[in-house]
């Protein structure tokens, strides 16, 4: 029985939630709204049916009185029906307070009505107007049932002022007993279920207080949590700082001192100790650069830079560097960069090519035969920014499909086997792919097995403004209009890179890949007529020398000057005769543009050198510049001062802050090499005394220090510091950075004390 009832009661509880919004379950405390709207639903439902049954029995009832009896009739059959529509409008409107005051209102003039037509004030129905503030209560709470209480008091008083309206037989004592009865078990039952919703409130306040209190605890922990986890962070970030710092220091010396080594007079095995000595030194340095970068993408520190710089000379700046490697292992190196994207845009050029550099180091690093080709494209984006994309194909060992998804995540490397064969933290990918994201872009890979790879990035930058813009290569050259020209390459990308860029300066093109193919297929048979032939230095079936030389044998009348492409640098003789340019793989279409015109028209070529693609050699060093070197650290002294005589540089030391100070007291420098961390008084302190002291007299002053992070860079220039340089030195970066204090030295320039 109590099962079947369990069952049944179930079955109804199911039939009424289907009518409840959902949100109703999953807001806090939804146990009693829950409660509540099912009452709603079901008190609906069921006052429905009454609604409309009675409905049905006034006209009976009602005899004779019409059209009263057929009015009453049409209002209880509105309001049963409004009834039934509220369930259905609790999930539409999601609106209870309304519909349960709806529902409170239709009930209370039905029962207002009802009373009044069976005996008024005497009526033994009048009990049930005391429903309406109960269900008040439940529904709309304690405020809303007092309101309630009002009105019911108030109708009782109408009913008793208008008295009983005796439409129907007046009922027997029996029945009134009966009637009595019953509204006394029905006020009990209404009390009860008052109270059991009460105590179901009283619960639910208990448990949401419970919850609120576990809430405001969690919510103390975790924002304690948080407070430790960013002074975690913050310690981190300091200890890397250190720690870099600290091993710099040293790696200086180890650095500094191997470059030294290695141009005195040693034999072969000392030199090649000293070669390993500074590529292991190269090599922790650049893990250190990784560890550093990859922990300031973490913790979202690194911030881009924004300044103009040429796009075409970055790639080629990147290639120059993997050369040597591409070349010693006969990996072709080549690039095309799309005719529409300009050269100078305005961006972080240092992470950018990181990224091209990283990508390329990674396939030269992997392709052991064919060739690692860099191809641009791009185009203007909606928000004024041009996207780029760069690929990077090589023909490697290639990745494992199932390698794929890992190869960007920190720390990772196709296997154990990679690390041991080919060195490497597997950061690298890690770091391009979220420097790419910073700037806009993205980074991926395609790969097959044994085949090869192809890593492509997007960044999105601005444009310079058009007064940066170098003068681009100009197409359709006069002087290489509709010239024919041969290339001769056994390398198919390469071909199509040559003859894409000759095509675009006018030139019609044959492509070859053998001496046999070229002598054999020229385009106007025998005659073998060409203005211009381009041909690699090792071709399948003969040298470039050997070919040249078939070619004027064969064809006696054949005149046209020879460009040699190769990847050497050191040319014999012979080649230097029979060629009338020799281009080094890379090829720049720079340097093809001024070889093509040189060759075709000597006369002109000197004084038509269209593009300045290539940055002037640097001047040499003013020999007679006073430096000073601050820096305690002996061995770095050591390296300082021989790598400023290597320059052709002399220079005084100061092992402080306070030593400087003397010094320049002494005598005037051009050029105060500052470190930063010294005892007594570092350069910093030192700087600002030098600026308070000497004001526009001061020497220029460059910033030496073991910290790499942009902010602490900053904050030397901001000190009034005019350049900066981080060790471990080097000597191009030394060599660069006193040639342009040299300069700004020769032309007087002012020298801000704030800005660089
Ligand atoms: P690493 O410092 O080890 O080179 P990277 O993040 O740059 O770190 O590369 C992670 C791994 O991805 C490499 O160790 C290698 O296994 C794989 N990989 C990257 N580039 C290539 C490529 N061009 N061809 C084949 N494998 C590659």
Redesign the pocket.
């Known amino acids: 029985m109590i099962t079947l009832f369990t069952y049944l009661s179930q079955k109804l509880y199911q039939l009424l939630d289907r009518f409840i919004p959902d949100a109703i379950y999953q807001s806090l405390g939804s146990q009693d709204l829950h409660r509540r709207y099912r009452l709603l639903v079901g008190l609906s439902l069921y006052n429905s049916v009454s609604l409309l049954s009675t409905s049905i029995s006034f006209p009976a009832m009602l005899k004779g009185l019409e059209p009263v009896g057929g009015l009453l009739s049409s209002l209880f059959v509105v309001m049963g029906l409004v009834n039934l529509a509220i369930p259905f409008m609790l999930r539409r409107i999601n609106s209870y307070k309304i519909l349960a005051t709806t529902h409170l209102f239709i009930n209370f003039v039905s029962m207002v009505t009802f009373i009044m037509l069976t005996g008024g004030i005497a009526s033994p129905n009048l009990f049930i107007l005391g429903v309406i503030p109960l269900l008040t209560m439940i529904f709309l709470g304690p405020r809303f049932s007092f309101v309630s209480v009002v009105l019911v008091v108030f109708a009782i008083a109408r009913i008793e002022v208008l008295g009983s309206v005796e439409l129907v037989p007046v009922p027997t004592a029996q029945l009134n007993e009966l009637r009595a009865l019953s509204a006394t078990i029905g006020t009990f039952a209404l009390v009860f279920i008052a109270l059991f919703f009460e105590s179901a409130r009283n619960n639910t306040q208990n448990n949401l207080e419970a919850a609120l209190k576990d809430l405001h605890m969690t919510n103390d922990k975790l924002r304690q949590a948080y407070k430790e986890a960013q002074q975690a962070t913050q310690a981190k970030s300091e200890f890397l700082a250190n720690m870099s710092h600290e091993i710099r220091t040293p790696l200086n010396g180890i650095i500094g001192i191997a470059g030294l080594l290695s141009s005195t007079a040693l034999d072969q095995e000392q030199q090649e100790y000293g070669q390993i000595i500074q590529s292991s030194g190269d090599a922790l340095l650049e893990i250190i650069n990784s560890i550093l970068d990859f922990s300031k993408i973490e913790a979202g520190k690194l911030e881009l830079e924004a300044a103009p710089f040429n796009l075409r000379q970055s790639i080629e700046d990147s290639l120059d560097l993997v050369t040597p490697k591409a070349t010693s292992k006969g990996v072709e190196l080549g690039y095309w960069v799309d005719l529409n994207v300009p050269s100078l845009f305005v961006g972080d050029v240092t992470r950018f090519r990181q990224i091209l550099l990283?990508l390329l180091g990674?396939?030269v690093?992997?392709t052991g035969v064919g060739e690692v080709m860099v191809f641009v494209s791009g185009e203007a984006g909606a928000n004024g920014r041009f996207q780029l994309h760069i690929s990077v194909q090589?023909t490697?060992?290639?990745?494992p499909p199932d390698r794929l998804e890992f190869?960007f995540k920190s720390f990772?490397?196709?296997d154990s086997a990679?690390t041991r064969k080919?060195g490497?933290?597997?950061?690298?990918?890690?770091i391009s792919k979220s420097l790419a994201e910073l700037m806009g872009g993205n980074l991926w890979v395609e790969?097959q097995l044994g085949i090869g790879?192809t890593?492509h990035f997007t960044v999105q930058l601005e444009t310079a403004v058009p007064p940066h813009q170098a003068p681009p290569l100009p197409p359709n050259h006069p002087a290489m209009q509709n010239k024919r020209a041969l290339i001769l390459d056994k390398n198919a990308t390469y071909r199509q890179i040559l003859n894409r860029q000759l095509t675009d300066w006018g030139f019609a093109c044959v492509e070859a890949e053998s001496t046999q193919e070229a002598l054999a297929s020229g385009p106007l048979g025998a005659s073998f007529d060409f203005d211009i032939v381009l041909v690699d230095q090792h071709l399948p079936d003969a040298t470039a020398l050997q070919f040249a030389q078939t070619a004027q044998e064969r064809f006696p009348a054949f005149q046209a000057p020879l460009l040699l492409l190769t990847t050497l640098r050191q040319q014999d003789e012979a080649s230097k005769q029979t060629f009338k340019g020799i281009l080094t793989k890379p090829i720049k279409p720079a340097q093809l543009f001024e070889a093509l015109l040189a060759a075709l028209s000597p006369e002109i070529a000197p004084t038509q050198k269209p593009y300045l693609a290539e940055t002037p050699l640097p001047n040499p060093i003013n020999q007679t510049l006073r430096i000073l070197l601050a820096e305690d650290n002996r061995i770095n002294q050591k390296v300082g001062l021989r790598m400023l005589n290597k320059l052709g540089c002399q220079a005084d030391l100061a092992t402080n802050g306070l030593e400087v100070l003397a010094a320049l007291g002494e005598r005037p420098y051009d050029i105060v090499l500052m470190d930063i961390q010294m005892p007594e008084m570092d350069g910093v302190e030192a700087t600002r005394q030098i600026i308070e002291q000497f004001g526009a007299e001061r020497p220029y002053i460059i910033a030496l220090t073991a910290n790499a992070l942009t902010e602490h860079r900053d904050a030397y220039l901001e000190v009034g510091m005019d350049d900066y340089l981080s060790k471990p030195l080097k000597l191009e970066s030394l060599h660069r950075s006193l040639q342009k204090a040299s300069k700004a030295i020769a032309q007087h320039s002012p020298r801000s004390t704030t800005a660089h």
Request: no cysteine; charged share 10%.
């Open positions: 990283n990674n396939a690093k992997f090589d490697g060992i290639g990745i190869l990772s490397q196709v990679t080919f490497g933290t597997g950061l690298g990918l890690a790969s790879s890593f």
